[in-house]
Structure formats: structure tokens, C-alpha cells
């Protein structure tokens, strides 16, 4: 059974750091297509950053040159550090995993339970 796991959420003043966490199990690959998304409340779920098998990264420009995403030294694991965050970076993150490039790119994707982050001003 697939599972994904978020942890590291929590609440911060605005410019603070947070490090989410993400453990994937479950999968007979150990390569995935990983990421993270956010919601906020009242808006849609958005796309945040991304990693391929080869740890290829991509971030979205909202966040780009404040977040870091990587892959950890254990199987299908993955961060998200999160730096000089802002009140608008308020919502709830998901990670999210694939097996196959064309699997994440056609949305088939499996999801955690998400992780809470709350900035304060």
C-alpha cells in the first residue's frame, strides 16, 4: 500500500525557516517523480517544486531563490527548505510522488495527508 508521510509544519514569524519532510513507502520503485504543492484556504491547490529521478529540480518562480527542494540519503524521501518565508506561504503542503515522468505529468499522482504551515507578519 502506497503511503506518503508529511512532517515539519508549524508555525513561524514572517522571514523565519521551516523544513518539511516527506517519506514515501510503498512503491517497488525507489526512483520517483516527487514534489510539493500548497492550498491555501480559498484557493486552488498550486504546484510549488518538483524532482526527478535523476534530481532534476524545479521551482515554482513564487517561491524560487526562498525554497529548496531535495531528495534525502534514505529511499524515497524528500524536503522542502522553505527560507525568509512571507505571510502568503500559508497553507497547507502536500508531497506528492509518481512512478513515471508521464505519470506525474498527467496529474496521476499520489498524495500525503499534508503538513500545516502558518507565516505570521
Known amino acids: 500500500q502506497v503511503q506518503l508521510a508529511e512532517s515539519g509544519g508549524g508555525s513561524v514569524q514572517a522571514g523565519g525557516s521551516l523544513r518539511l519532510s516527506c517519506a514515501a513507502s510503498g512503491y517497488s520503485d525507489n526512483r520517483l517523480y516527487m514534489g510539493w504543492f500548497r492550498q491555501a484556504p480559498g484557493n486552488e491547490r498550486e504546484w510549488v517544486a518538483s524532482?526527478?529521478?535523476?534530481?532534476?529540480?524545479i521551482i515554482a518562480d513564487s517561491v524560487k531563490g526562498r525554497f529548496t527542494i531535495s531528495k534525502g540519503s534514505a529511499k524515497n524521501t524528500m524536503y522542502l527548505q522553505m527560507n525568509s518565508l512571507k505571510s502568503e506561504d500559508t497553507a497547507m503542503y502536500y508531497c506528492?510522488?509518481?512512478?513515471?515522468?508521464?505519470?506525474?505529468?498527467?496529474?496521476?499522482?499520489?498524495w500525503g495527508q499534508g503538513t500545516q504551515v502558518a507565516v505570521s507578519s
Open positions: 524532482i526527478d529521478r535523476d534530481g532534476r529540480t
Open positions: 506528492a510522488a509518481a512512478q513515471s515522468r508521464i505519470a506525474w505529468r498527467a496529474g496521476l499522482r499520489d
